[in-house]
């Protein structure tokens, strides 16, 4: 299963310019959320600029849910879903799926797990996509065959990320960032577990995570409301129950101790991670910390650790730094590569920027450019079904708000330069910031 499948550029292309020139307007949008007889919920949004519906079912089936000794199942799990029903074989799926001109594709995080599909919206092609698609979820076969592929893939990528030193960095800061916590643990699990992972656990995840009760079915194109429902219901009803007890509430992320973790590496350049737990789905701050760290780091060429460290100093070709939102607290990350040599230098300078902005805040000058990026970019990103479908599969999986998206300008222009360095002030405790350097010895070393 491939994942965030796109149309070729051409027709992105054309889907693009055809949403610049119709009249579509996010706010006017037809949208509806219900929840089917089997209990999913469904979020239902109507397009009409090409004949084609983009459709989603996500499951709370992410890494979180791993077993302590079965990391990576989830992983395999979604990896293996549509390789055979009780009825068809891998083949037979792909080449049915092709025949009628098809895309099935997966996502995948630490809180969730989802199949994408898009279809014509034509009633036979459409169909004949659903009907396959809920013979997909609502029974998968596991092929040993296709597990052993999926194993070797994982053990394989797993191996590479421990050569290369951005992944082995990555891995750290996370351990690091959430310690004992689930999302302390790589999603593509470790070599030992993954080399553990048989049918049976799969088959056994499975049950306990992919249920109608917990599944968010999002439908995005040009059908009607009542063939929606019609859709949301069948594949509502072939997902069915669950049929083993739900495994995974966990805790908020707790405070841990932060510190320097170095890890000696032959490569040329230094990577660097700095961080600390950061915001939910959902939080009350989110806009007021994204709009904040668009000007300290978010920004590209036009953040203040970028005039700093790239423009002013020479010390990296590029610095960022993001918030991941997550169920619970999402990592709040700085990140770049720089020469051995001078990573200190970088690493304080770093610090000193990111202590001195939370501290003062931005200029009223900042903020009002950060707005205008924010909304400009915002609209740029929903300019098409699969835009759309990837908004909206969030908004319904983290219980937000419907108008989520349509209020999303006016809440950003509500934002004052008062709650932006309040936020800050709050949430951006940088004393414990885990920092995390791949490549030198340690600092004061020889």
């Known amino acids: 299963m491939k994942k965030f499948l796109r149309l070729p550029l051409f027709v992105r292309s054309v889907i ?10 996010l706010g006017a949008v037809d949208k ?17 600029v090409l004949p084609m519906v983009d459709i989603s079912v996500d499951f709370p089936a992410g890494s979180v849910f ?12 979604l990896g293996t879903l549509d390789k055979g029903t009780d009825t068809k074989d891998e083949n037979q799926i792909s080449e049915l799926f092709a025949s009628i001109g098809t895309q099935l594709g997966g996502s995948f995080d630490f809180d969730r797990s989802g199949v994408t599909m898009r279809s014509l919206s034509y009633k036979k092609e459409l169909d004949e996509s659903v009907e396959l698609l809920s013979e997909i979820l609502g029974g998968p076969s596991f092929p040993e065959i296709a597990i052993d592929r999926e194993r070797e893939s994982i053990l394989t990528s ?10 082995v960095a990555a891995k750290l800061f996370i351990s690091k960032i959430y310690g004992e916590h689930p999302y302390g643990n790589s999603t593509y699990g470790t070599k030992e577990t993954v080399s553990t992972i048989t049918r049976e656990d799969l088959l056994e995840f499975y049950k306990q995570h992919f249920f109608s009760e ?10 009607p409301k009542a063939a929606a429902k019609e859709i ?10 669950r049929t083993a007890p739900f495994v995974g509430e966990f805790s908020n992320v707790s405070s841990l101790p932060g510190g320097e973790f170095v890890v000696e590496n032959p490569a040329s350049q230094a990577h660097v991670r700095i961080g600390i737990p950061g915001i939910q789905r959902g939080d009350p701050d989110y806009l007021a910390l994204t709009l904040a760290n668009q000007i300290l780091g978010g920004g590209g060429m036009t953040s203040l650790l970028n005039d700093e460290l790239r423009e002013k100093r020479g010390l990296t070709y590029g610095v960022y730094s993001y918030f991941s939102p997550l169920k619970f607290s999402g990592a709040f990350v700085i990140s770049f590569t720089t020469k051995k040599d001078q990573v200190w230098e970088a690493v304080d300078v770093t610090m000193e920027i990111a202590n001195k902005f939370v501290e003062k805040g931005p200029t009223e000058q900042e903020l009002v450019a950060a707005k205008k990026y924010f909304i400009g970019a915002f609209a740029l990103n929903v300019d098409s079904n699969a835009e759309l479908l990837d908004y909206f599969s969030t908004v319904g999986f983290y219980n ?12 950003v222009e509500q934002i004052t330069l008062d709650e932006v360095r309040d936020a800050l002030k709050r949430r951006m405790d940088l004393s414990n910031a885990v920092k995390v350097i791949v490549g030198p010895k340690p600092r004061g070393s020889n």
């Open 66 to 77: 791993d077993p302590v000794a079965k990391q990576g199942v989830a992983r395999m799990v």
């Open 232 to 241: 949301s219901e069948k594949l509502s009803l072939a997902i069915g129950s």
């Open 16 to 25: 693009v310019l055809a949403l610049f020139s119709s009249t579509l307007v």
């Open 32 to 48: 509806e959320s219900w929840v089917t007889a089997a209990g999913s919920k469904v979020i239902y949004v109507q397009t009409d």
């Open 158 to 167: 797993i191996r590479e990320m421990e050569i290369r030193p951005g992944s």
């Open 214 to 223: 917990g599944a968010v079915i999002t439908i995005v194109g040009d059908i």
């Open 400 to 411: 937000l708000p419907l108008d989520y998206i349509d209020t999303f300008k006016q809440r």
